[in-house]
Structures are given as C-alpha cells and as structure tokens.
C-alpha cells in the first residue's frame, strides 16, 4: 500500500511565499513522475507543475517564475515552493505520483488547503 501525505498548507499573504510538501511511503520500488495539481470551488482539477525521476520540470504559465517544483528521491518527497502568490492561487492543492511496486500506478494525496489572501 501507498500513501501521500501533503503538508505546509495554509494561510499566506498575497505577496509572500509557502512551501508545500508531499510525502510518499508504503512498499515503493521507485517513483517516476511527480506533481502538483489544484481544484479551486467550483473548477476543475489542472495541473500546477510536474517533476520527471530526472529532476526535469514543467510548469503551468500561470504559476512559472513564481512557483518552483522539486524533488527529494532519497526521501521520496516531492516540494513545491510558492513565491509571490496571488488570491487566484487559492485552491486545494495535491500531489500525484507514478510509484512502482509490483506495477506503476498514480497515486494522489488528500489535499491541502492553501488561502491567499489580499
């Protein structure tokens, strides 16, 4: 089994910065891909930023030169630090990761809340 646990949500001032941290535990045998998406009420899930195993980065035009996505293989954590965020970032945010056990198969975190307030 699995699991993704998110941390560092909360509430910022727009202007300031938040990191997110999303850790993955369970019986791994490696990770591929990992990333960042958001659900704001009443939208869609998208994607704010994905990580290759490589450490090569992608990034949504509305986050790129704010946000910056990395990882730490060794602790199998995936990091997403916010700078300079705006109200518009306000939203749930989870992490999502290719983890092979016996398969490769996507796993998701719970969420976390982030506020950005004005």
């Known amino acids: 089994q699995v699991q993704l646990v998110e941390s560092g949500g909360g509430l910022v001032q727009a202007g300031g910065s938040l990191r997110l941290s999303c850790a993955a535990s369970?019986?791994?045998?490696?990770?591929?891909?990992m990333g960042w998406y958001r659900q704001a009420p009443g939208k869609q899930r998208e994607l704010v930023a994905g990580i290759t195993s490589g450490g090569s980065t992608n990034y949504a035009d509305y986050v790129k030169g704010r946000f910056t996505i990395s990882r730490d293989n060794a602790k199998n954590t995936v990091y997403l630090q916010m700078n300079s965020p705006k109200p518009e970032d306000t939203a749930v945010y989870y992490c999502?990761?290719?983890?092979?056990?016996?398969?490769?198969?996507?796993?998701w975190g719970q969420g976390t809340q982030v506020t950005v307030s004005s």
């Open positions: 369970g019986s791994i045998f490696s990770i591929n891909a």
């Open positions: 999502n990761a290719l983890v092979v056990t016996t398969y490769q198969r996507r796993y």
